[in-house]
């Protein structure tokens, strides 16, 4: 689960610095540059996803086994 959070932030990251590069570069074309932008911003978006889904089925999971709720 750790992992797909650092793959998320590294994305983000990315991400921004693709942007920056363009601002101050202008090393593709403004059709790749929003291709390249929205490529990265949809799986940065799945692996938020990915890490939100399985977080709540452990939580789901954890609740579901533990007897602390019966007492």
């Known amino acids: 689960m750790r992992v797909v959070l650092i793959a ?7 991400g921004v610095i693709v942007g920056l590069i363009q601002l101050w570069l202008t ?3 403004p059709e790749l540059f929003v291709k390249i932008e929205f490529t990265i911003g949809a ?16 939580d789901y999971r954890r609740q579901r086994n533990s007897s602390s709720l019966d007492e």
């Open 8 to 14: 998320s932030v590294v994305l983000f990251v990315v």
């Open 43 to 58: 799986i940065f978006a799945v692996m938020v996803a990915i890490w939100f889904t399985r977080k709540e089925y452990c």
């Open 27 to 29: 090393l593709w074309s």
